[in-house]
């Protein structure tokens, strides 16, 4: 009776060290990849939500000043209509001024005749080097303007994605009132996320570290109670900002269930054989207490003492 108890102890603590090994190990890989990520996640969003709604003040606010200018702009043209008729008689008088100065103009283009004959023969010469940087600007006037066609393309492109990006935040921001969540409550979900994940690489490392431990048993299931707290925490906050699917629930419960199952194992392993330090002895000895040292080797001349002896005895 008594051995068949030993084997099956020590099955459970083989189930349990494996348990203990693999999940603690898998816990550690979740934590990085998955917790962490959804906590930081939650801070991002939570940022990018107050920026959105920053911005949209900022514009609300530009528009409302918009519209003060205009009626501004509009009172201050009243006014103007009423000097119409004072500007009607100030451009009467402008055109006797007006008849008198063309008079002078014709003396003074009479003047200025020779001076255009000489300014005609230089622009003959000038027109042979000219027509030949035509060419060349009129290439550059095309590079220029297929360059600017194509910074206006991929600025009306990025206005088109910053524009759905601010109707998908707008539609986000209405969902966050209709549920009744704010962006504090946003930060809050990631901050508990990443502390969860911190909570799951620390159990996670510990279980892989004292899997074959034996005497780290009340170590081990301390750990994971804690972890178990802080899981059952963040369910239940993640409940009640509605933000909890059954995904989360399972991964949040799963692993450190098991855990929790084989530290409780492991802890009745080391109530049971409390002298107990391994699981498994890594090195095939005894489990319960150290090895028996090796008889030493006795000397030829001993041998041959004892076997003198052992022929006299069956003599007599």
Not at 157 to 172: P, S, V
Request: hydrophobic share 45%.
């Amino acid at each position: 009776m008594e051995q068949n108890d030993r084997m099956k102890d020590t099955k459970n603590a083989m189930n349990a060290r494996l348990l203990l090994l693999m999940a603690g190990l898998f816990l550690l890989v979740n934590a990085i990849t998955t917790t962490g990520r959804n906590g930081l996640s939650w801070i991002g969003l939570a940022q990018m939500v107050e920026e959105s709604a920053a911005q949209m003040e900022e514009e609300a606010a530009g528009v409302k000043s918009g519209s003060a200018a205009t009626e501004t702009t509009a009172a201050a043209a009243e006014p103007e209509g009423k000097t119409e008729e004072a500007l009607d008689a100030a451009a009467s008088e402008g055109e006797a001024a007006e008849s008198a100065a063309v008079s002078e103009a014709s003396e003074v283009r009479e003047n200025n005749a020779e001076a255009e004959d000489a300014a005609a023969a230089d622009a003959a010469e000038k027109d042979g080097d000219t027509a030949a940087a035509e060419p060349a600007e009129e290439t550059e006037d095309t590079a220029g303007a297929a360059e600017a066609a194509e910074g206006t393309a991929d600025a009306a492109a990025q206005t088109d994605a910053a524009a759905q990006q601010e109707i998908d935040m707008h539609a986000l921001m209405e969902n966050m009132k209709e549920m009744g969540i704010t962006v504090a409550d946003l930060r809050r979900i990631g901050i508990v996320g990443v502390i969860t994940a911190v909570a799951e690489i620390i159990v996670g490392l510990l279980c892989a570290l004292f899997a074959n431990r034996v005497d780290r048993a009340k170590i081990t299931l301390s750990a994971v109670s804690c972890l178990m707290v802080v899981e059952i925490a963040q369910v239940l906050f993640l409940l009640l900002k509605r933000a909890l699917s059954i995904a989360s629930i399972i991964g949040a419960l799963l692993l450190p269930g098991a855990l929790l199952w084989a530290a409780v194992k492991m802890y009745k392993l080391h109530k049971a054989y409390p002298e107990r330090v391994y699981a498994l002895n890594p090195r095939g000895g005894s489990n319960n207490r150290p090895a028996a040292p090796p008889a030493p080797q006795k000397s030829l001349k001993e041998r041959a003492m004892m076997d003198t002896h052992a022929d006299s005895e069956n003599d007599s």
